[in-house]
Every structure is written in C-alpha cells, then in structure tokens.
C-alpha cells in the first residue's frame, strides 16, 4: 500500500514538472516569493546561510550511504592530488591530431610572411 502511494506521488511530480505546466509555474513563483522576502528581511547573508543549510539537508535525505556520497562530493569538489591521470587511445589521438595541426601552421606562417614581402 505504502509503496503504490510513493509511485503515485511519483507519476504526479514528474507531470507537475514538465516545463509549461501551471502547477510548476506557481511551484516557482511560490519559491521564488519566499526567496525574495528573506532577501529582503533577513539579508544576503542569513539568506544564503538559509539556502546552505536546506541543501545540506536535501543532500542529507537523499542519500542512500552518506559516507560515500559524502566522499564523493568532497572528491570532486577537493581532488585528490596523488591521483595519476590516464589517457586513453582516443584522447591520445586527439593530441597528436592537435600537434600536427601547429607544426602544419608553424609551417605556413614562414611561406605566407616570405611571400607578403615586397620585393625590390
């Protein structure tokens, strides 16, 4: 029983949040509002310590294991400098196509220069 109402929820936010939906345009304009009146009463700063700590909340709650999703999140904010870095074939490829591309150019600046000379 608990599980079909979580799916009906479910089917419901998802058509709420197609965009052009009415429903998601006042969801919005209601955020939206609530954002601009604790602008304005509490300040930039109690505002912004306000939406931190809701997004800690939500990552919070919408983590299965929050060890690693917190290690996850400190990884790719913070990455770790001992880490190697791998190429691959394709990204090799891309490099040596980028090389041959400056030596042709190195080689065509010379030509062009030489023959925009006047000659006497």
């Not at 306000?50 to 999703?69: H, K, M, Q, R």
């Amino acid at each position: 029983m608990k599980n079909s109402i979580l799916k009906g929820i479910d089917k419901h936010m998802h058509e709420w949040n197609k965009p052009g939906n009415p429903v998601r345009k006042l969801i919005y304009a209601g955020a939206f509002f609530v954002f601009g009146l604790m602008l304005i009463y509490l300040g930039f700063w109690k505002t912004l310590l306000v939406a931190a700590l809701t997004a800690a909340g939500y990552f919070i709650g919408a983590s299965d294991n929050l060890e690693d999703s917190a290690r996850k999140l400190i990884n790719k904010l913070f990455p770790p400098s001992s880490k190697k870095v791998t190429y691959g074939p394709e990204d090799m490829e891309k490099v040596k196509k980028a090389l041959d591309e400056k030596k042709n150019e190195a080689k065509q600046e010379p030509a062009q220069a030489a023959s925009a000379e006047p000659k006497e």
